[in-house]
């Protein structure tokens, strides 16, 4: 039965991938069933599509475009270095941190600006303030579309290391998916579902890279971001708690499957910059004694199979005239339109 359910997700999917290269968009369900035939498969049909889409779409010059330099420039060879280690480890930390007055930008940001509220696992319907957070609240998520105004992110996604780092992991020219900012709670309740504080892997596209940003001191009692080492690989996911589908999964059980010496725990001060395949098994462990603001962007090989919508940004709004200049001159951003 499992058999000819995996047959028939690849059917759909490889129906779905023609349609994507005729029609540039995805057709209904090609997330649920790729979830599935990533699955049925440990990953190995996610890494077949990801090789196709890397030999159909080239790599871009980046030196041809303007240089942007908000986190520390990394030259080619270090860029190669720094990419190896995150292949072979699932992420790594950048050897340098975020500027203080970014960090300090996008603090006083998370103070002004509204947020959506989880609370006892719920996605609440109210939006509020981080100030008038309640003893029950868990996560604190920003809205994308008050993020994307900001200058500093504006400049931020189009940093040329970043993007050298993500045309090189991905093997082919990346395109921008989201940028997210959010608070994780510190209080003495359960760990959160809804607020991914429990492992689990995600599925963003065929082959993707996250980009996290410390933006308060990370230690161990402070939500430091976890990852089960090296499980970004179909031979390193375990095939019993793949089976289990797009669901989280208890400390207990991935302890049962990996030694705890696999399950790193990523502790840094602000600035903080780790990059990191999020297909591996990873969470964000529950802060007991400080608040974590945390930002994350997201990179994609492609948007075959990509379930997020388009950022929708006014023209208006478009204050960096490096992000300008991308979109007028790259499908990097695509993902954003322009109203
Ligand atoms: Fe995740």
Known sequence: MKKIQAYLSFVYIFFSFLFFKLFNRNIVHTHLFFVRLHCFTNGKATDFF????????????????????????LKEEEVDNFTIKIDKESYAIYPYKLGLEIIDNLYRFSLDNSTSEISNNIRQDKIINYQNKS????????????LIKNNYIQDLICDSTILSICQNYLNTSP??????????????????????????????????LKIFIYLTDVDINSGPHCYVEGTHKYHNQ????????????EDDDILKKYSMDKCKNIIGSRGTIIFGDTRAFHKGLKPYDRDRLVL???YLNSNFAYNG???????????????????????????????
Request: some cysteine; hydrophobic content about 40%.
């Open 50 to 73: 990801s090789k196709i889409i890397s030999k159909l779409k080239k790599k871009i010059k980046l030196e041809q475009l303007p240089t942007v330099n908000l986190i520390h420039f």
């Open 135 to 146: 003893r029950y609240s868990e996560r604190l998520n920003f809205f994308q579309s008050d």
């Open 175 to 208: 395109v921008f998916a989201e940028v997210n900012m959010w608070w994780s709670i510190a209080n003495k309740n359960k760990p959160s579902i809804e607020g991914a504080q429990l492992y689990h892997f995600d599925l963003d596209a065929t082959k993707w």
């Open 238 to 249: 375990s095939r019993d708690l793949l089976s289990r589908g797009y669901v989280r999964i």
């Open 296 to 298: 994350e962007l997201t």
């Open 309 to 339: 919508c388009n950022v929708k940004l006014s023209n208006l709004d478009l204050k960096s005239a490096h992000l300008k200049e991308y979109i007028s001159k790259t499908s990097i951003f695509k993902n954003i339109e322009i109203i």
